[in-house]
């Protein structure tokens, strides 16, 4: 045994596992309860989730984990985001207290003891000019949010669908699709900022210049197939839990989904 793995053994190891199921239901007959027992989170974060939870069957609710958070639209079968876990510690506060993405069911916090964690479906801007006006304010006003908790220390990880591919390696073809939402200047200039401020993609940590590694193929276009994708979904972290940062992948061969599991996993 190294010296390296002597001291992981000595920590507590905590996987988080982050996945737009585009529909929890539907994901869950699509074999999402063998994914978890193969996988074993400690922490699951699903995004559009397109149900609340009284309309779900009982094992759907809380997915054999001991806490079930969730923060559903006011629309039925829209958005949505829920956090599973075991952690009893844990305090959870719902939504931005900013009405117009409350009302759609975006944000849902998870105070852990070893940092505060965020799980965000953000917006999609692509049907139309006054949806795109609804992303950009969203991702300024979450800036403003952010930032804030940064300047004052606190541990944070952000994840979700961000709707954002960042860089011209996180999709599948950067020049045709320059001018689409979710790969607009202003979106990728945002990105840019969001790091700034202070945040790790912790799946660049790891791999800075991988290429055609995506987690979201569009169903319509039969996408996957060829792996015509993009990488819109992260787990980020701030700068102060960089050191505690241990792996981080994208689990781009499990289907159920137009999207894929993202993971990462901390060590305590």
């Given at each position: 045994m190294t010296f390296l793995s002597i001291a992981n053994s000595l920590q507590n190891i905590m996987k988080i596992i982050s996945w737009n199921v585009n529909g929890i239901r539907a994901c869950y007959k699509k074999n999402l309860a063998g994914f978890l027992e193969l996988e074993k989170?400690?922490?699951f974060c699903v995004q559009?989730?397109?149900a609340h939870r009284e309309?779900?069957?009982i094992e759907?609710?809380?997915l054999k984990f001991k806490n079930a958070d969730w923060f559903s639209a006011q629309k039925k079968g829209y958005s949505g985001v829920a956090t599973?876990?075991?952690d009893p510690a844990v305090s959870t506060i719902v939504g931005l207290q900013h009405v117009q993405?409350?009302?759609?069911?975006?944000?849902l916090r998870s105070v852990f003891p070893q940092f505060e964690l965020y799980n965000i479906y953000f917006p999609n801007g692509g049907s139309g000019p006054a949806r795109h006006d609804f992303k950009q304010n969203f991702l300024k006003d979450l800036s403003i949010?952010?930032?804030e908790k940064v300047q004052s220390g606190t541990p944070l990880i952000v994840v979700g669908d961000y709707n954002v591919a960042h860089r011209a390696i996180d999709i599948y073809d950067p020049v045709r699709l320059a001018s689409e939402s979710g790969f607009l200047p202003e979106e990728r200039a945002w990105f840019d900022g969001f790091l700034k401020m202070g945040f790790v993609d912790t799946f660049r940590h790891f791999y800075p210049d991988a290429k055609d590694r995506y987690s979201w193929w569009s169903y319509r276009e039969f996408a996957r197939v060829s792996n015509r994708g993009w990488r819109i979904d992260f787990i980020c972290c701030t700068e102060n839990l960089r050191k505690h940062l241990v792996s981080a992948e994208i689990l781009d061969n499990i289907e159920g989904s137009d999207h894929c599991p993202?993971?990462?996993?901390f060590a305590f």
């Open positions: 989170p400690d922490v559009e989730t397109k309309q779900v069957e759907v609710q809380n599973f876990h075991n993405y409350d009302f759609e069911g975006r944000v949010h952010l930032r993202v993971v990462a996993q």
